[in-house]
């Protein structure tokens, strides 16, 4: 995250209908021709539901606006919708400090309410991917109520409970990842409890069993609810050193919020956490489901990890690497596709998401974001692997971070502020229409709507043949209908053009052709075609004034062309 830090730098009505939910579910789960499970075809959609869509217009998003908005998906060509935490929270840390695992925040309507978006998606073959906060929970959960009540307690041990080194001494110099020591002191029972993320978000303690088995549970029961899987949030923060050494310190100085610099080495990715990945995936076997995960890793070799061998954890780890490039370079690029595409398991792409800045804003240079948003979504969305969209991302919706610190929402933009302002810029209201709060809400929406609502929303791109979401959909069309997109190898082209980024997904017999310009420059590029035993192009997609003739390709800056290889 910043990684967040670096700025980069989670009823009854429906008892019966969930049943025939997930049975229907579960016969769609075959495995295609080509050896290929629904996921590895999906395209998945990131929803932060608190800004998606605001059904009783009190300013906050919901599940019934989610619902009213399925059909927009399905026609934009989104196959599976991760959810963000919907459940009951106090929201410190907007969702993902959950408070009850098996229930719907009241904020975003009712268990009924899940019911019905299930059998809505269903209708649709959408899936539904709900977000598993697995690390810690929200202080206000009734296990840590119980766990902080006395020592003696039953759930004293499904947290992190130690002495301190001395008076006023935590028990050692571990930084919590959004400000200050990751211990707190609780002086009811004389003792620290540990947590990663905020003081809100206590750590559970994965050694104890309890803990593994009531949190396998909770993934059965929204199995059973007909959900098709999980995004499992912060899995490096499992497991912690049980002898709490001190961690190194990375450099000298302070981060944003004014704590030591140190590298996470005995409080992040230890290698147990692979044991209750596994066991999470034997749970999700057993009703079909895909386990995606938020993976920040450094390379490739460690997110192999994640797969687990023979591919018994992860099926899709996400490479955030693509995120960590900070140049639009078709350098890095090709580096980085070849790394991931030799990887051990099936690629998912992330490229945007609720923490990080959005793609084109990250690359832009403010004239040419909007064909920038088109060249990153021809990237991601033609590649041989599985992408997860972040809504908005479609329009080309600006990142828009607030400019004064009384309007940061997200605390760490209010801790950090000015060097971290926070995660609320890419987390604005959906905008759909050119109405008053961009059609998102009625009444006063939780983050302002950004002013470039007027240009980028849902209902005036879709009458602009030029726009972002145009784009989108007729890239999202092909790579559903194309044979060669959605099984096709990867072979990159032209490897050492240093403004053009070219490659040709090969099926059998048939080819397309990907080439994308990364220069503000207009550039000029003859295909090295002939190997692949191809003579010609013919155009399937392209932006403004990019073209082919013969084997040669032209591209305005930023341009994308997309074609069919002939023999
Ligand atoms: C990762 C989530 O994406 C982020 O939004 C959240 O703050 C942390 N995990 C803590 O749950
Ligand atoms: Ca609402």
């Known amino acids: 995250m910043r990684k967040i830090a670096l700025r980069l730098a989670v009823v009854l009505v429906g008892v019966c209908m969930a049943g025939s939910i997930a049975a229907a579910q579960t016969s769609s789960h075959a495995v295609d021709a080509e050896g290929h499970q629904w996921w590895q075809h999906a395209v998945f959609y990131e929803i932060y539901p608190?800004?998606?869509?605001?059904?009783?217009?009190?300013?906050?998003?919901?599940?019934?606006?989610?619902?009213?908005?399925?059909?927009?998906?399905?026609d934009l060509g989104v196959d599976a919708i991760w959810i963000t935490p919907c459940f009951p929270s106090p929201q410190v840390d907007?969702?993902?400090?959950?408070?009850?695992?098996?229930?719907?925040?009241?904020?975003?309507?009712?268990?009924?309410?899940?019911?019905?978006?299930?059998?809505?998606?269903?209708?649709?073959?959408i899936r539904i991917?709900?977000?598993?906060?697995?690390?810690?929970?929200?202080?206000?959960?009734?296990?840590?109520?119980?766990?902080?009540?006395?020592?003696?307690?039953?759930?004293?041990?499904?947290?992190?409970?130690?002495?301190?080194?001395?008076?006023?001494?935590?028990?050692?110099?571990?930084?919590?990842?959004?400000?200050?020591?990751?211990?707190k002191f609780d002086p009811a029972t004389n003792q620290y409890y540990y947590h990663y993320f905020y003081a809100e978000q206590p750590d559970l303690n994965w050694r104890n069993p309890a803990v593994k088995d009531a949190m396998f549970d909770v993934t059965r029961w929204?199995?059973?609810?007909?959900?098709?899987?999980?995004?499992?949030?912060?899995?490096?923060?499992?497991?912690?050193?049980?002898?709490?050494?001190?961690?190194?310190?990375?450099?000298?100085?302070?981060?944003?919020?004014?704590?030591p610099i140190e590298k996470n080495e005995y409080n992040t990715k230890l290698p147990e956490l692979h044991d209750v990945l596994r066991g999470l995936r034997k749970v999700a076997d057993e009703s079909n489901g895909v386990l995606i995960g938020e993976t920040w890793t450094a390379d490739v070799a460690e997110l192999n990890q994640y797969y687990g061998e023979g591919n018994n954890?992860?099926?899709?780890?996400?490479?955030?690497?693509?995120?960590?490039?900070?140049?639009?370079?078709?350098?890095?690029?090709?580096?980085?596709?070849?790394?991931?595409?030799?990887?051990?398991?099936?690629?998912?792409?992330?490229?945007?998401?609720?923490?990080?800045?959005?793609?084109?804003?990250?690359?832009?240079?403010?004239?040419?974001?909007?064909?920038?948003?088109?060249?990153?979504?021809?990237?991601?969305?033609?590649?041989?692997?599985?992408?997860?969209?972040?809504?908005?991302?479609?329009?080309?919706?600006?990142?828009?971070?607030?400019?004064?610190?009384?309007d940061v929402k997200d605390p760490i933009g209010r801790m950090g502020w000015p060097e971290e302002k926070g995660r609320d810029g890419e987390r604005t209201p959906m905008q759909w229409d050119g109405s008053v709060n961009a059609g998102f809400s009625k009444g006063t929406p939780w983050l302002p709507v950004p002013p470039t609502y007027t240009t980028h929303n849902v209902a005036d791109e879709s009458k602009d043949p030029n726009s972002v979401l145009e784009f989108y959909k007729k890239v999202l069309k092909l790579r559903h209908t194309n044979r060669a997109l959605l099984d096709g190898n990867y072979a990159a082209l032209n490897e050492s053009d240093r403004n053009v980024l070219s490659y040709v997904r090969l099926y059998k017999d048939q080819g397309v052709v990907v080439a994308l310009n990364m220069s503000n420059a207009a550039q000029k590029v003859k295909l090295d075609l002939k190997h692949k035993g191809f003579v010609s192009i013919k155009n399937l997609?392209?932006?403004?004034?990019?073209?082919?003739?013969g084997d040669e390709v032209s591209l305005e800056p930023y341009g994308v062309f997309i074609g069919e290889l002939t023999k």
């Open 50 to 74: 608190r800004s998606f869509a605001d059904s009783n217009n009190d300013g906050i998003g919901d599940l019934k606006g989610i619902t009213s908005k399925l059909d927009y998906l399905k």
């Open 313 to 406: 954890e992860l099926q899709l780890p996400m490479d955030f690497l693509f995120a960590m490039i900070n140049k639009l370079s078709p350098v890095e690029f090709r580096k980085q596709i070849a790394a991931v595409d030799a990887a051990a398991g099936w690629p998912t792409f992330v490229i945007s998401n609720h923490d990080i800045v959005r793609s084109y804003d990250r690359y832009g240079d403010g004239k040419h974001n909007d064909q920038i948003a088109k060249l990153m979504g021809a990237l991601y969305l033609t590649l041989r692997g599985t992408p997860i969209m972040y809504y908005g991302e479609e329009i080309g919706m600006k990142t828009t971070p607030p400019t004064r610190k009384e």
């Open 541 to 549: 997609l392209a932006t403004g004034q990019s073209e082919a003739k």
């Open 94 to 125: 907007f969702g993902y400090d959950v408070s009850d695992y098996e229930n719907i925040d009241p904020m975003y309507g009712t268990m009924a309410d899940f019911d019905v978006l299930a059998a809505e998606a269903k209708k649709r073959d």
């Open 222 to 259: 929204w199995y059973k609810r007909g959900v098709a899987g999980f995004r499992l949030d912060a899995v490096e923060t499992l497991f912690e050193d049980p002898g709490l050494h001190d961690n190194p310190i990375l450099r000298p100085g302070k981060n944003a919020y004014g704590d």
């Open 129 to 183: 991917i709900l977000d598993f906060v697995v690390n810690h929970t929200s202080d206000q959960h009734k296990w840590f109520l119980d766990s902080k009540s006395s020592r003696t307690s039953a759930h004293r041990d499904w947290y992190i409970w130690r002495d301190g080194k001395g008076p006023g001494e935590p028990p050692n110099n571990w930084v919590a990842l959004f400000g200050g020591s990751a211990w």
